[in-house]
């Protein structure tokens, strides 16, 4: 199809609202410029799909994620905006409003919100709870209708407050798809019975995922870090310039044999992954003017806070093709098998590899990195992913109990600093008893769990890898379209990648990339 | 010295463990799945575990994975299985002359108690089931009073799941460890308590009473089998009952199914959401709180 044929296309769609067409044209004006300066090598590694730069765009003019520091934009207020320091909640949220709309990421809308509890403690003094209430929940209505993207995300706890409590009360009621959310739990701050409350909102609703607040903290430095989009975790006052993410499995398929694997096949792939992301981030860096922004200028971020994220995915195929296993199938999957996921050697293999990946990526200099360095990534997939597992999970459908789940895949979390995510697919009896949901949460997290993330079988709303979809909503979308931009994503990725099958379970998907009719 | 021994030497044959289990107790619980039953359900969804396997051999020739060995020790055979080379094809099952598995397992209490002490970071408790659990009363009672005396283990509650005919001098053996009961009121009248499970339901009332007199009724459990039990014919008779009971005892309906059913119980009626819900709305109707009803009908 020609480049006209294909914008043809996308403003003739029924299904697409203004806005969402303006997306997709802008999305189809940025891949028809020349690509950046690559080796052929890397393009090659490209277009046979070991090697994905996430669509991002070929010639990049946003980061990847963006995360300002809003605790410091509501002391100060905006000259570029024209807002003073806020006096009040009323003031805050509508500052928040504001600027939330002048926050870039990759989906065009911003992909964090904010450690909203803790950003907006300092204006309840002298509110009652049913005034909180009513204002956050008028928040949260207004977040969901107008940044319609379940990528974008807030953060809470791990200290017990008021608007924390109220957050999750409003979340559980509202049921909407957006914003994402994350719980920070740190046992030694947050009391038991706000994790139980967090617990019976997963239930309820499979929101928040659970973060362990010390392990995230502990990567990063007193400025603090910030869980946004699915499971990205980054530094606070900066974000990820670029994603670019390595097929395991492709890279598994180019090896001889297990020791060939580690000495040459993977640290060849890192190093081409390393050449694309040090285009991709100097492109940002020194060609685009994002750095000129209002929001380096007052210091809501920091250029050299910034970090390319380097991905993985396809574990789970890479680890059976180094042992030879066949396809496992999800008939099987309860008979005892020497596949990923179930099998002390598979599993010891993958963990080889993951610490494999965490020495390259410590010990590889980046021009524009944290601390020099990028931050390694378990990524989610996107809904182009047909036959190759997300992140290190276990495949779809085949997924042991949810406790051998956790202690198959718990020692990869060490390694995945800037996030991982393994969905776990509950049986829907928890919903009466939901203080299973947070014994298990708190068993994940004690065995060393970055993020502790459950989808309840039966809910309409479910995850999507960090995003949430409905499923009525995805059973309307062929006729009607939806006003909602991920629910397409959800809708194309329960057609290519099966996640709905059986088990209700989650593919992964940070965002849709290209047009598809 | 002596009384450590005893322990020791006390093993239960075990047909499964689960590791995670919502449906059997408060919180997420290990299972833990005795063999044998003194009942006989016609409706019974895990016939095999009702009979002990008395090795007599008819499955090994028909393992396709030559799971199964007889071994000889002092003259006396005993099958062996190998887990590791099982593909749980269940064929043993389907030709058993007893109905009965022969992959079960022997654990003494320390065995248990290793099991336990890998999983405790996701647990909230124990339950015993079966099969019916109480029919291994000593080795339950040595098990749950090991967890109760050991200091990393005694957070977690210890719940059995049984069928009620255990004897009140039995029970007087469980109760100083033991959290709760979860106990299957299986029909009303006599008759057809007798005609769903072989035995006469007296001793299950009796539990009922004793259990609830020491506040140790966690949940009382009615199986809806649209025209065979009684409950909706009885229901003046069995609301009554159930007010009786602590309020903080949970009434459980569950709705009859297919699964793992074999014979006469395949031409019964399976239990719909309807059927269920309305049982629920005349015992409701009637003061019985608190109900709780199933999440699933497959």
């Not at chain 1, 949810?402 to 009896?429: K, V």
């Not at chain 2, 099969?131 to 990393?152: M, N, P, R």
């Not at chain 2, 309020?247 to 793992?260: P, S």
Request: hydrophobic share 35%.
């Amino acid at each position: 199809m020609t480049l006209q044929e294909k914008l043809a296309l996308i403003v003739r769609d029924s299904r697409l609202s203004p806005k969402q067409k303006s997306n997709y044209l802008a999305l189809e004006a940025d891949s028809s410029l020349p690509y950046l300066s690559i080796s052929e090598a890397v393009t090659q590694a490209k277009s046979t799909g070991i090697i994905c730069d996430m669509f991002e765009g070929n010639a990049p003019f946003k980061p990847r994620y963006v995360l300002p520091d809003y605790a410091k934009f509501l002391q100060q207020g905006s000259d570029y905006l024209e807002l003073q320091a806020a006096q009040d909640l009323d003031e805050a949220l509508n500052a928040l409003t504001i600027i939330y709309h002048h926050v870039p990421s990759v989906t065009n809308i911003p992909v964090y919100l904010g450690q909203l509890d803790e950003i907006l403690m300092p204006f309840v003094d002298g509110l009652d709870e049913e005034l909180i209430y009513r204002k956050i929940k008028l928040f949260w209505i207004m977040l969901d209708r107008t940044l319609p993207d379940a990528f974008m995300h807030v953060n809470i706890g791990p200290s017990d407050n008021i608007i924390c409590r109220t957050i999750l009360r409003v979340d559980a009621e509202l049921k909407q798809i957006a914003p994402n959310l994350t719980f920070m739990y740190d046992p030694d701050i947050t009391p038991d019975a706000l994790l139980q409350v967090a617990a019976s909102n997963i239930c309820e609703c499979s929101k928040p995922h659970i973060a362990n607040y010390p392990i995230h903290k502990n990567a990063y430095d007193k400025q603090g870090f910030g869980i946004v989009s699915c499971y990205n975790s980054l530094p606070l006052a900066g974000g990820a310039n670029t994603l670019v993410r390595l097929n395991l499995k492709e890279v598994a398929l180019k090896a001889d044999n297990i020791e060939g694997f580690f000495s040459q096949t993977l640290p060849h792939y890192c190093q081409l992954t390393y050449e694309l992301i040090e285009a991709r981030s100097k492109f940002l860096h020194q060609e685009s003017h994002f750095f000129d922004s209002f929001l380096v200028k007052e210091g809501l971020i920091e250029e050299q806070r910034f970090a390319p994220m380097f991905g993985i995915y396809g574990m789970a195929e890479a680890v059976n093709i180094l042992l030879g296993n066949p396809e496992l199938s999800e008939v099987a999957s309860e008979k005892p098998s020497k596949h990923y996921g179930h099998n002390k050697v598979a599993n010891d293999l993958g963990h080889r590899i993951s610490a494999a990946l965490d020495s390259i990526v410590k010990s590889t200099p980046v021009t524009y990195g944290y601390h020099g360095r990028a931050l390694l990534h378990s990524q989610g997939g996107i809904s182009l992913d047909i036959d190759v597992t997300p992140g290190v999970r276990i495949p779809y459908g085949t997924e042991p109990d949810p406790i051998s789940h956790i202690r198959a895949l718990a020692a990869h979390h060490q390694y995945y600093t800037s996030g991982i995510s393994d969905i776990l697919t509950i049986d829907e009896t928890v919903k009466s008893n939901p203080e299973a949901m947070y014994q298990l949460c708190k068993g994940a997290l004690s065995l060393g769990f970055r993020e502790f993330t459950a989808n309840v079988a039966s809910n309409d709303l479910v995850r999507v890898t960090g995003y949430m979809i409905k499923l009525s909503d995805i059973a309307n979308f062929k006729q009607q379209g939806s006003r909602t931009n991920t629910t397409g994503l959800g809708a194309e990725a329960a057609a290519n990648t099966g996640i709905l099958n059986r088990k209700p379970r989650v593919t992964s998907h940070e965002q849709s990339p290209v047009y598809a009719k | 010295m002596s009384n450590r021994l005893s322990t020791l030497s006390k093993t239960a044959s075990v047909n499964q463990i689960i590791n995670f289990s919502c449906v059997d107790g408060p919180g997420s619980r290990l299972v833990i799945f005795l063999q044998g039953c003194n009942y006989n359900c016609k409706n019974c969804h895990n016939p095999h575990t009702i009979d002990r396997c008395d090795s007599c051999g008819d499955c090994i020739e028909h393992c396709p994975t030559q799971a199964l060995i007889m071994t000889s020790t002092g003259g006396k055979n005993t099958i062996r299985w190998n887990s590791d080379l099982c593909s749980e094809c269940d064929t043993c099952l389907a030709v058993c002359p007893r109905q009965s598995s022969p992959k079960t397992r022997k654990y003494n209490v320390d065995q248990l108690l290793e099991v336990i002490r890998e999983q405790n970071p996701f647990i909230s408790g124990i339950t015993v089931s079966g099969g019916e659990a109480s029919l291994q009363l000593h080795f339950v009672s040595a098990l749950f009073q090991a967890i109760k005396t050991s200091d990393e283990l005694q957070h977690l509650s210890c719940m059995i799941d049984s069928n009620g005919s255990l004897s009140e001098l039995g029970w007087q053996k469980l109760l100083p460890y033991i959290d709760g009961a979860m106990i299957d009121l299986k029909a009303w009248q006599q008759e057809t308590h007798r005609y769903i499970t072989g035995r006469d339901n007296h001793k299950v009332f009796r539990s009922l009473k004793l259990l609830s007199q020491h506040n140790k009724l966690y949940e009382v459990r009615l199986l809806q089998i649209p025209g065979v039990t009684d409950f909706e014919s009885e229901i003046d008779a069995l609301a009554s009952f159930l007010t009786q009971l602590p309020c903080e005892t949970r009434i459980k309906l569950n709705a009859f199914q297919h699964h793992g059913v074999t014979g006469e119980a395949l031409t019964w009626q399976t239990c719909s959401k309807d059927n269920i819900e309305r049982l629920a709305s005349q015992l409701t109707a009637r003061g019985v709180k608190p109900i709780i009803l199933p999440k699933v009908y497959i």
